[in-house]
């Protein structure tokens, strides 16, 4: 039933329970009153029914979340009582009265209603210490030795397993005990979008049972219409940004995802056929599979497998925010060579796929780290085998902007006039809603200007090359007197159909900067983008010809940031900040794995275990995690049976460390037991207890040691020690100073580490 019917039948049973006979008693005793069960998923609305019904009823009402109760909370604390049976005085075991009823008895008191609702929610997730607890309330309408009082229903309410992996089972004694409702989310079934962005790869954190992502679909395919359609955004497991040093995003290790997650972890997610595999055994017949660029969380474009990327187009892939990466190799031209080989689709960084039927759309563009005045959609449209394009404000505010477009159409149509330059046709249109959008003509079959010079640049093919750019100095110099110059008239946004030049976009214009800047930065965008095209001698040629040295870049570069700040700025004046800055502004780097693992090797930490023979290498290992931060060590060793002794390397280089507190058996150390068990092979600059140690270490083998058999016994198995201490490395320099500095003072003794 939906939750409207049940909040019906539990008015109705709260009225039949409570209604009393002529004398004034209970007309259904209590101990023939079932409690109620809802049963039903998370979110859907039960608590709020239950207090609407106590309110329409004139009731009080106590509602627990049982799963935050321990035992001694739901049943009372223990305590010893002397009773006298036959000729014995015998002391007997009873418990104080339970939170939970204690709250029944305050809340009557507090409204003056003695009659009420008890609710528990969550009552079959509760922990193993709590089930049978739980299993006698239902039955006996107990807590401990405490009854519920009379005139009180009892409702409680529990997730099924499909939404929930912790639930325990009832059994079969218990639940003819209640009355159980089952209750499914009051939703209609003709949903035409149902949207799981970054929701379906945790389906196994609260779906249950031997395939959870399968149950998941079915739940949610139940509430789509015969033609509506699910969205699934997701990571790929084998996404190119995996290959090339991005952490996983979900466990933050590297290449777990590729490993197929050996640790395990909340979430899950799947290369293009593990998602196809679903699907397929979900009963989805129709289905379509979208590429976003660089990835579903910040994407700028949305490519399909009608529409895929062409070689060049796929440079900006540093766009990770949450943690600092690897540079394992230049994912641009993995990339070109994964779209030459036809694999795209398979390393894409993220997927989208929809179900149901197809759409018009192939590709889209978005523009929206704008200005929202400038901010803009670009889609491509396919249908009947023909393509158009579009461009929608991606916020009334842009509107204007789209309007212009109309106007530099026609500015530059009239200019290139006679020239070797056509302009793509745009027509102004509106939508119902009367925004504006241009619909502009898609050149099928054409190759960029960008394109033909790289092909002449990777076949070393000057002649070519200088035929292509000759032509297009010739281009932006044509009538540029008085008139527009097209800011991005760069090698992308010339489309060639043969011996047919066309601009397709005229979206930036200005009047400050003459044809020969237009052709210099259009020149120096290409061998930016790129640092194999800068170097090549033949590029180089044609910068040195237009006098572009490294100040003229410099110059060039602050027009650029100009430009960016252009775009960036609102008309009240405020700035956006670019999506391509946030990463340094949050602290992340995208760092070269030659300096990624200097930085991993200095940061290892090495544990040595001592089973009664001495520290050994052959018993030893490397903490690569033993790091929180770049100089704070959170040691957690694991020790094995037998450990008598554990020492703790923290670097392998001169350095001070300040011990901030060491942990065994989830207790920190008191001073007498580190009076006992531990030692360092280094010198102590704190001479009071009161202080926290620092210790210098002026060899290249420091080590703190703890000597476990000191405490009381030696470890078990799976005993955690946790050692945390602040670390600052020494150079040569540094390590002179201080020692020249404790030479020059009396050197403090008596503090109670040894060397």
């Given at each position: 039933?939906?939750?409207?019917?049940?909040?019906?039948?539990i008015?109705?049973?709260?009225?039949?329970?409570?209604?009393?006979?002529?004398?004034?008693?209970?007309?259904?005793?209590?101990?023939?009153?079932?409690?109620?069960?809802?049963?039903?998923?998370?979110?859907i609305?039960?608590t709020?029914?239950?207090?609407q019904?106590a309110?329409?009823?004139?009731?009080?009402l106590?509602?627990?979340?049982?799963t935050?109760?321990?035992?001694?909370s739901?049943?009372?604390?223990?305590?010893?009582?002397?009773?006298?049976?036959?000729?014995?005085d015998?002391?007997?075991?009873?418990?104080?009265?339970?939170?939970?009823i204690?709250?029944?008895?305050?809340?009557?008191?507090?409204?003056?209603?003695s009659?009420?609702i008890?609710?528990?929610?969550?009552?079959?997730c509760?922990?193993?210490?709590?089930?049978?607890?739980m299993?006698q309330?239902?039955?006996?309408?107990?807590?401990?030795?405490?009854?519920?009082?009379a005139?009180?229903v009892?409702?409680?309410?529990?997730?099924?397993?499909?939404?929930?992996?912790s639930v325990?089972?009832?059994d079969?004694?218990?639940?003819?005990?209640?009355?159980?409702?089952?209750?499914?989310?009051?939703?209609?079934?003709d949903?035409?979008?149902?949207?799981?962005?970054?929701?379906?790869?945790?389906?196994?954190?609260?779906?249950?049972?031997?395939?959870?992502?399968?149950?998941f679909?079915r739940?949610?395919?139940?509430?789509?219409?015969?033609?509506?359609?699910?969205?699934?955004?997701?990571?790929?497991?084998?996404?190119?940004?995996?290959?090339?040093?991005c952490r996983?995003?979900?466990?933050?290790?590297?290449?777990s995802g590729?490993?197929d997650?050996?640790?395990?972890g909340?979430?899950?997610?799947?290369?293009r056929?593990g998602?196809?595999?679903?699907?397929?055994?979900?009963?989805?017949?129709?289905?379509?599979?979208?590429y976003p660029?660089p990835?579903y969380?910040?994407?700028?474009?949305?490519?399909?497998?009608?529409?895929l990327?062409?070689v060049?187009e796929?440079?900006?892939?540093l766009?990770?925010?949450?943690?600092d990466?690897?540079?394992?190799?230049d994912e641009?031209k993995?990339?070109?060579?994964?779209?030459?080989?036809?694999?795209?689709?398979?390393?894409?960084?993220s997927?989208?796929v929809m179900?149901?039927?197809?759409?018009d759309?192939?590709?889209?563009?978005?523009s929206?780290?704008?200005?929202?005045?400038?901010?803009?959609?670009?889609d491509?449209?396919?249908?009947?085998?023909?393509?158009?394009?579009?461009?929608?404000?991606?916020?009334s505010a842009?509107?204007?902007?789209?309007e212009?477009?109309?106007?530099n159409?026609?500015?530059?149509?009239e200019?290139?006039?006679?020239?070797t330059?056509?302009?793509?046709?745009l027509?102004?249109?509106?939508?119902?809603d009367?925004?504006?959008?241009?619909?502009?003509?898609?050149?099928?079959?054409?190759?960029?200007?960008?394109?033909?010079l790289?092909?002449?640049?990777?076949?070393?093919?000057?002649?070519?090359f200088?035929?292509?750019?000759d032509?297009y100095?010739?281009?932006?110099a044509?009538?540029?007197e008085?008139?527009?110059?097209d800011y991005?008239?760069?090698?992308?946004n010339?489309?060639v159909q043969?011996?047919?030049?066309t601009?397709?976009?005229?979206e930036?214009?200005?009047?400050?900067?003459?044809?020969?800047q237009?052709?210099s930065r259009a020149l120096n965008?290409?061998?930016q983008?790129d640092p194999?095209?800068?170097?090549h001698?033949?590029?180089?040629?044609?910068?040195?010809?237009?006098?572009?040295?490294k100040?003229?870049?410099?110059?060039?570069?602050?027009?650029?940031?100009?430009f960016?700040?252009f775009?960036l700025?609102?008309?009240?004046?405020?700035?956006?900040t670019?999506?391509g800055?946030?990463?340094?502004?949050?602290?992340?780097?995208?760092?070269?794995?030659?300096?990624?693992f200097?930085?991993?090797?200095?940061?290892k930490v090495q544990?040595?275990?001592?089973?009664?023979?001495?520290?050994?290498?052959?018993?030893?290992?490397?903490?690569?995690d033993?790091?929180?931060?770049?100089?704070?060590i959170?040691a957690?060793?694991?020790c094995?049976?037998?450990?008598?002794?554990?020492r703790?390397d923290p670097?392998?280089?001169?350095?001070?460390?300040?011990?901030h507190g060491?942990?065994?058996?989830?207790?920190a150390?008191?001073?007498?037991?580190?009076d006992?068990c531990?030692?360092?092979?280094?010198?102590?600059?704190?001479d009071?207890?009161?202080?926290v140690p620092?210790?210098?270490?002026?060899?290249?083998?420091?080590?703190?040691s703890?000597?476990?058999d000191?405490l009381?016994?030696?470890?078990?198995?799976?005993?955690?020690l946790?050692?945390?201490?602040?670390?600052?490395?020494?150079s040569?320099?540094m390590?002179?100073?201080?020692?020249?500095?404790l030479?020059a003072?009396?050197?403090?003794?008596?503090?109670?580490f040894?060397?």
């Amino acid at each position: 039933m939906n939750i409207k019917r049940a909040k019906e039948e539990i008015e109705h049973t709260v009225k039949a329970y409570l209604a009393k006979d002529a004398l004034g008693e209970y007309a259904i005793p209590a101990i023939r009153q079932r409690p109620i069960l809802l049963m039903g998923p998370p979110g859907i609305g039960k608590t709020q029914v239950m207090e609407q019904v106590a309110r329409e009823c004139g009731v009080a009402l106590v509602a627990y979340t049982i799963t935050h109760h321990t035992r001694q909370s739901a049943v009372g604390l223990p305590f010893i009582r002397q009773r006298h049976y036959g000729d014995k005085d015998v002391s007997v075991t009873e418990y104080t009265m339970s939170e939970i009823i204690a709250s029944i008895y305050a809340k009557m008191e507090a409204t003056g209603l003695s009659e009420g609702i008890l609710f528990i929610d969550e009552i079959n997730c509760v922990s193993e210490t709590l089930a049978p607890t739980m299993l006698q309330f239902l039955q006996c309408k107990t807590f401990g030795n405490q009854a519920v009082p009379a005139g009180w229903v009892i409702v409680a309410a529990g997730n099924p397993p499909e939404y929930n992996k912790s639930v325990r089972d009832f059994d079969i004694v218990t639940l003819d005990r209640v009355r159980r409702m089952d209750i499914e989310p009051d939703l209609p079934t003709d949903y035409d979008f149902v949207c799981l962005i970054g929701v379906f790869e945790y389906g196994q954190s609260y779906i249950g049972g031997k395939t959870p992502f399968h149950d998941f679909y079915r739940i949610i395919k139940k509430h789509v219409k015969a033609d509506g359609h699910i969205v699934i955004a997701i990571e790929n497991k084998l996404g190119l940004k995996y290959w090339a040093g991005c952490r996983e995003d979900h466990v933050g290790t590297f290449f777990s995802g590729l490993e197929d997650y050996p640790q395990g972890g909340a979430a899950r997610t799947f290369s293009r056929s593990g998602l196809e595999k679903i699907l397929k055994e979900c009963g989805e017949t129709e289905y379509h599979f979208y590429y976003p660029y660089p990835d579903y969380k910040f994407m700028t474009t949305l490519y399909s497998d009608r529409y895929l990327p062409k070689v060049g187009e796929l440079s900006n892939n540093l766009r990770n925010f949450d943690r600092d990466r690897m540079l394992l190799f230049d994912e641009k031209k993995v990339f070109d060579m994964l779209i030459r080989e036809g694999l795209f689709g398979q390393y894409s960084n993220s997927f989208l796929v929809m179900t149901g039927p197809m759409t018009d759309i192939v590709y889209s563009r978005f523009s929206n780290d704008r200005a929202e005045h400038l901010s803009i959609r670009t889609d491509i449209l396919e249908k009947d085998g023909k393509h158009t394009v579009r461009k929608y404000p991606a916020a009334s505010a842009a509107a204007a902007h789209i309007e212009a477009l109309a106007e530099n159409e026609c500015v530059f149509t009239e200019r290139f006039k006679g020239s070797t330059l056509s302009v793509n046709r745009l027509e102004l249109k509106r939508n119902p809603d009367g925004l504006p959008f241009a619909e502009i003509e898609y050149l099928e079959n054409s190759r960029t200007l960008e394109e033909l010079l790289d092909e002449c640049l990777q076949n070393n093919d000057e002649a070519g090359f200088d035929k292509l750019f000759d032509r297009y100095c010739k281009i932006a110099a044509w009538k540029a007197e008085g008139t527009k110059q097209d800011y991005d008239l760069t090698f992308p946004n010339i489309c060639v159909q043969g011996d047919i030049w066309t601009m397709i976009d005229y979206e930036w214009t200005t009047d400050k900067l003459t044809p020969q800047q237009i052709i210099s930065r259009a020149l120096n965008c290409y061998g930016q983008e790129d640092p194999v095209r800068m170097e090549h001698p033949i590029v180089k040629k044609h910068l040195e010809a237009l006098g572009i040295g490294k100040e003229q870049m410099r110059e060039l570069s602050e027009k650029e940031l100009a430009f960016q700040h252009f775009v960036l700025q609102e008309k009240d004046g405020r700035s956006r900040t670019a999506l391509g800055q946030l990463r340094h502004l949050i602290g992340n780097r995208a760092v070269p794995y030659q300096e990624f693992f200097a930085r991993a090797d200095r940061k290892k930490v090495q544990v040595f275990e001592d089973f009664g023979a001495g520290y050994t290498p052959e018993h030893s290992y490397y903490q690569y995690d033993a790091y929180e931060a770049d100089d704070l060590i959170n040691a957690r060793i694991i020790c094995k049976a037998g450990t008598k002794a554990i020492r703790l390397d923290p670097a392998e280089l001169p350095c001070l460390v300040q011990i901030h507190g060491i942990e065994w058996r989830g207790k920190a150390l008191t001073r007498a037991q580190l009076d006992q068990c531990l030692s360092t092979n280094g010198q102590v600059l704190a001479d009071t207890p009161a202080h926290v140690p620092t210790v210098l270490f002026e060899t290249g083998d420091p080590n703190i040691s703890v000597r476990l058999d000191c405490l009381d016994s030696e470890a078990t198995d799976g005993e955690t020690l946790i050692i945390r201490a602040q670390i600052a490395w020494l150079s040569a320099e540094m390590l002179q100073d201080i020692q020249a500095r404790l030479a020059a003072g009396a050197r403090r003794k008596g503090f109670w580490f040894q060397r």
